[in-house]
C-alpha cells in the first residue's frame, strides 16, 4: 500500500487538460495537501473490448495518438497518464487498495453502458470509503437541467431545445490546472518496480492494429492538435462568421468543414471552449445564425445528447420511444455493396471509400449516403448504417450517430420523407467534373464530366477508350434509383400511416379506460357519447394532412 493516500482522475471521453473539472478538482485537492496526497490520472484500457468493440483502424490509432497526448501534456504537469490493463469493474478495488485512494474523480456520461458501469464502481469506491466527485463539461449544457426544464420530456425540434437552452446559463470554460509540486508526485507501485512502462500508452500492435490497415494519417489525435486546429479555424474571421453548414461542399477534395468532430468526440476539445472562443470571432461582427452557423453546429450536437440522455434505447428502432417503427428489409448483398463502395453510384461509392480510408466524410456527404441505404433506395435499417458508421468514422458519437441516422432516415426529428437526395444531381452541384470521385473511384478516373456520375450512360465503345468497363471494372447499379426511390416514398407513406394508427389507437385504449362513455370531438374536447353510438371509434377525417399534401405536389413535381 502506498505511504501517501492517493486522488484518482479517471479519463474516459474528456482526454485533455484544459476545461477538464473533474481533473481540476483532483489537482486542487492534491495541491492543498501536497505531503499527504498524490495525484495518480488514469485511463483504463479493457482488453475484452479491443476484442468486442466495432473500431476501426483509424479510430484506435487516434486513441493511441490521442492518449500519448495527454500523457505528454499531463507531465507538463508534473504528473502523467497511468493507463491501466484490465476491466474498470475489475481494477479499482484493486487501485483503491493498493494506492490507499480517498478521492476518485471522473467525467458525467449519458450512455447507457458507461450509466452501469459508473454505478458499479460508484458501489464500489462507497466500500472502499473512498469520495467521489463526477462533474459535467462533455456538452454545453447539463442535458438533464434541460430535461427538467422540459417536463421530463424530450424535446423533439431543435427550435424547441433552442427555447429551453436559452433558459439556461452555461457554464464558460476553465483553464489548464497549475503545476503540482515535486512531493506531490507518487512513488512507484509494485507492478511499476516490476516493469517500469507498465502503464505506459498503448501502441498500436497493443491495440491489434496493423499498419498495412493504415493509409495516410490525416486528422492526427490528441489536445495539442485539437487546440491547434481550433485556433487555425478561429484566424479564419470572414469564413467563421459567413458560415452555413448547407453552403459547404460535401464532395471537396479538402474539407470545406472545420473537421473537429474527432476532437470533440474524444474530448480532446472542450465543446465549451470552442463556443467561448467561437462568440470571440462573432463579438460585434454580422455572422450567419443556428441552425446552419458553426454555433447552431454546436448546438446540434447539445440537441442529440439531450434527447439521448432521456432514451437509453437511443441506438435501437425497437423499444425507442422517438422511433418510426419500420418494416425494413434485409439485404447482406446490397449491404455490403455500401459498405464497401460498390453501388454503382460513383458519388455514393467515392463517399463510402473515402470513410473506409480516412475515418471522416463531411455531413452532407453522410446525409447522401444514409439516404441511400435506408429511405432513398435500399431499404436497409438505419441501424445497419449506424453499425458501419460506429466502426469507421473517427467521430462515432453513441448520441450524434443514433440521433442523425433516425434523423436522416427519416425514422425521428426529421419527417419530409419525400425529399430524397439524388446519388447523382446531388453531388454534380458542387463537383460538376467529378474530382473528388476520380481521387476515391479511381477506376472512373478517365470519364469525363458528363458521364462520370452516371457511367452506364456511355457505351460500351466509350467505356472501352476510357479503360472501364461497366460490370467488369467498376460495378452495374444495383438499385435503379428513379425507379426504387418512388417506390420507397410510397411506403414511408405507409409506414407513417401505420404508426399514427397505432399511436391512435394506444391513445383510445388510455381514453377508455379514463373516460368512460366519452367520445372525441373535433375540438379535441370530451362529450358523452349518445346513446346509439357505436363503440366502434369513429373514422378520422378524411381531410389531408400538411404532410400528405407535400408529398403529393413533390411527386407531382416528379
Not at 52 to 72: E, S
Request: net charge positive.
Amino acid at each position: 500500500m502506498s505511504s501517501k493516500q492517493t486522488a484518482i482522475h479517471w479519463f474516459r471521453k474528456g482526454l485533455r487538460v484544459h476545461d477538464n473539472p473533474a481533473l481540476a478538482a483532483a489537482v486542487d485537492r492534491v495541491r492543498k495537501a501536497p505531503t499527504k496526497l498524490v495525484l495518480r490520472p488514469v485511463f483504463i484500457l479493457d482488453p475484452g473490448i479491443i476484442q468486442w468493440l466495432r473500431v476501426g483502424p483509424n479510430r484506435w490509432r487516434f486513441l493511441q495518438q490521442t492518449l500519448a497526448d495527454l500523457d505528454a501534456n499531463l507531465r507538463k504537469l508534473n504528473s502523467r497518464l497511468y493507463v491501466v490493463r484490465g476491466n474498470p469493474v475489475e481494477m479499482f478495488p484493486e487501485l483503491f487498495r493498493e494506492w490507499n485512494v480517498t478521492l476518485l474523480t471522473f467525467e458525467h456520461d449519458i450512455e447507457p453502458y458507461s450509466v452501469k458501469r459508473d454505478a458499479t464502481v460508484r458501489e464500489l469506491a462507497r466500500k472502499a470509503k473512498v469520495e467521489v466527485q463526477v462533474e459535467k463539461s462533455h456538452t454545453i449544457f447539463d442535458p438533464e437541467e434541460i430535461l427538467k426544464r422540459n417536463g421530463g420530456k424530450i424535446p423533439m425540434t431543435y427550435q424547441k431545445y433552442g427555447s429551453l437552452a436559452s433558459m439556461c446559463k452555461a457554464p464558460g470554460p476553465i483553464g489548464v490546472p497549475d503545476k503540482l509540486p515535486s512531493d506531490a508526485v507518487p512513488e512507484r507501485d509494485t507492478r511499476e518496480r516490476k516493469d517500469g512502462k507498465c502503464y505506459d500508452p498503448p501502441s498500436l500492435d497493443e491495440l491489434q492494429v496493423r499498419q498495412e490497415d493504415l493509409r495516410e494519417c490525416k486528422f492526427p489525435g490528441g489536445e495539442t492538435e485539437a487546440l491547434r486546429r481550433l485556433q487555425e479555424n478561429m484566424r479564419r474571421k470572414s469564413w467563421v462568421c459567413a458560415f452555413e453548414k448547407p453552403n459547404t461542399a460535401p464532395n471537396s477534395l479538402e474539407p470545406s468543414t472545420t473537421v473537429l468532430s474527432p476532437y470533440l468526440k474524444f474530448g480532446c476539445l472542450s465543446a465549451r471552449l470552442f463556443l467561448a472562443e467561437l462568440k470571440k470571432v462573432l463579438a460585434g461582427q454580422k455572422h450567419s445564425q443556428p441552425p446552419v452557423s458553426l454555433e447552431g453546429q454546436l448546438m446540434w450536437r447539445e440537441f442529440y445528447y439531450c434527447a439521448a440522455a432521456a432514451e437509453p434505447n437511443f441506438d435501437k428502432m425497437v423499444g425507442n420511444s422517438v422511433c418510426l417503427q419500420v418494416a425494413w428489409e434485409t439485404n447482406p448483398e446490397h449491404l455490403e455493396a455500401w459498405k464497401h463502395g460498390r453501388t454503382g453510384y460513383p458519388f455514393i461509392d467515392a463517399i463510402m471509400r473515402q470513410l473506409r480510408q480516412e475515418g471522416w466524410i463531411h455531413h452532407l456527404a453522410r446525409h447522401a449516403v444514409a439516404c441511400f441505404l435506408t429511405r432513398g433506395d435500399l431499404w436497409i435499417s438505419w441501424e445497419e448504417g449506424q453499425r458501419v458508421f460506429e466502426e469507421l468514422l473517427l467521430d462515432a458519437d453513441w448520441a450524434l450517430n443514433a440521433g442523425n441516422w433516425m434523423w436522416l432516415s427519416a425514422s425521428a426529428f426529421f419527417h419530409q420523407f419525400f425529399r430524397v437526395y439524388s446519388p447523382v444531381a446531388f453531388g454534380k452541384k458542387t463537383d460538376p467534373e467529378g474530382k473528388y470521385i476520380k481521387k476515391y473511384v479511381p477506376e472512373l478516373a478517365k470519364f469525363p464530366a458528363g458521364i462520370i456520375y452516371e457511367p452506364w450512360k456511355a457505351n460500351l465503345e466509350t467505356q472501352k477508350k476510357l479503360g472501364c468497363i461497366v460490370g467488369k471494372d467498376y460495378p452495374h447499379r444495383i438499385v435503379i434509383h428513379e425507379e426504387i426511390s418512388k417506390k420507397n416514398i410510397a411506403r414511408m407513406s405507409e409506414a407513417y400511416r401505420k404508426n399514427k394508427a397505432a399511436k391512435e389507437g394506444g391513445a383510445a385504449k388510455e381514453d377508455s379506460k379514463s373516460d368512460a362513455g366519452m367520445e372525441p370531438t373535433p375540438s379535441g374536447k370530451k362529450r358523452k357519447a349518445s346513446s346509439g353510438s357505436s363503440s366502434t371509434p369513429k373514422k378520422p377525417s378524411p381531410k389531408k394532412s400538411k404532410l400528405q399534401s407535400k408529398m403529393e405536389k413533390f411527386l407531382k413535381k416528379k
